[in-house]
């Protein structure tokens, strides 16, 4: 089967700093990724070039047979790659319904209406259900400034899915989220997930959350992918247990 | 946002408003065409600064559109009211679709300098240009209405009243409809965070372009006014204080309400008038005084008065709290 992502030989520094180097994936379709690495190890820089928002020095990242590295974030979201940010990338004085109605707007662009209202019925509807699949639909009117963190990721997270994205990237789903919620918020994003994106790479630090929701895990060191495999396999590796996870399951 | 009146509500309101303008007295005419034609260059920088960017510079377009309409007048001998207000702003418009897709990819305090810049570069042009009258300007004819001319001054002051509130009116019509839309509320993303709009596939510099244009296309029929009621027009049209002006407006009226923006513009004017009036050594410092007071108890602008603001909106966090987020992923 043909990948719907592949990367190829990838590489980025940053002065000294070498944030990719030479990395190399091939993403299938249906896979849930999940990228692990110590703070530094690339996996953003990685998320940022897969979406545009940072151009390799070298490598090449095809995604479904068309060539996207030296291409805009806005020209990789209509090709069908979405994303979610670390720390949630929100319009904070607008509504929860309306930061989705703007990103529903997203799909036709080319074509925004001057005259019809941003709420109409079809919009707001389409709002709602996606909210109400996170559990957010009492949330609807409320503007973001009043919302808790944990809320925003998820409606975060809402917003990358408008789309139906060929690949979703999720840069640390349960980031800021309380011990006790972690799994009840990710089995609630990938429950809401499942019917729009079936292929996810998410990046993630807890490793209860990657051996539990990866089908697959690459972990990264120093720009370099130091294992990739199953999550079985790759939390007992040596050097990530030594480079990345530190010994702890 | 607070409640929005019915398009029909707001044209009935335009209507009355016009036919008011026959019991008001003379010098009160001017004075309103005045602050009609303000409130319409206003309203474009109030449009525009939804997407988070003020404009320094209308004065280039404000003279854009008055140079156009009075070299068009007098070469042609075109002298129609509402011809020249739609020549007004097709220069203006013109000469922002020009521009703005330059000056898009720029924000903050850069977009506003760059905007003084170049109004004050066409100010210069102006001023050393003695085709143009140099910095005297040049005189324009009375301006007729479908073939009407106006030889009583009453019945010319309020042809122009009429012309400019129906014209503004529909303007802030029109701007209404475009606050509530897809686009509209599109711009106030962009205003919050043009980095996520570019990520859900929407081109943040496009929505800034086109809403420079509307922008610049109120600004050139604004100038047109402004050249039919002084007759004369000069480069002090594209003068750094005269764009002042209109954003003191713009902040005056505040960016929740397009009413505002014509009750902020005929205050700033009854304001100066009567204090010019009253006041004649001082009333530089009664308006200044009448500005600080409004941005001091009104911060958000007049509109803040009868709507809603979104930061008013009192609640509880809803949800778990969350623990303190890392660093910025971008």
Redesign the interface.
Known sequence: MNPVLSVRGLDKRFGAVVAADAVTIDIPAGQRISLIGANGAGKTTFVNMVTGYMKPDSGSIVLDGTDIGRRSPRSVARLGISRSFQIPQLFIELTAAENLTVAISGINARMLSFHSPAQAQDRHDKALELLGRFGLADVANRPISELAGGVRKLIDIAMALVRRPKLLLLDEPTSGVSAEEKFNTMDRVIHAVAPDAATIVFVEHDMEIVNRYGDRVVAFYQGRILADGEPADVLMDQEVRRYVTGGVR | MGKNLHPLVMIALVAVVTLFGRVLPTWTLSLATIAASNALIALGIVVLARTGNVSFGQGLFFAAGGYGVALIANAWGLTDAVAQVIIGAVCGGLLGLVIGPLIARYSGIFFGMLTLALSMVFYGALVKSTALGGSDGFNVGRPSLFGMSFVDPREADFMLYAVSVIVTGFAGIAAS??F???????S??VR??N?????????ANR?ISINFVIAAIFAGASGAFALMAQRHIDPQFAYWTTSGEFVFVAVLAGNQSVAAVFVASMALELVRSFSNLYLPNTWQLVLGVFLLSVILFLPRGIGSLWIRD??S?K????????????G???
């Open positions: 409809i475009l509530r839309s897809e686009f509209g509320l599109a106030l993303a919050e965070n980095l996520r709009v570019e990520y859900l596939g929407i081109s929505i979104r930061h909106r609640g509880t966090a809803v949800g778990a709290p969350a623990a303190p987020e890392k910025a992923a971008l």
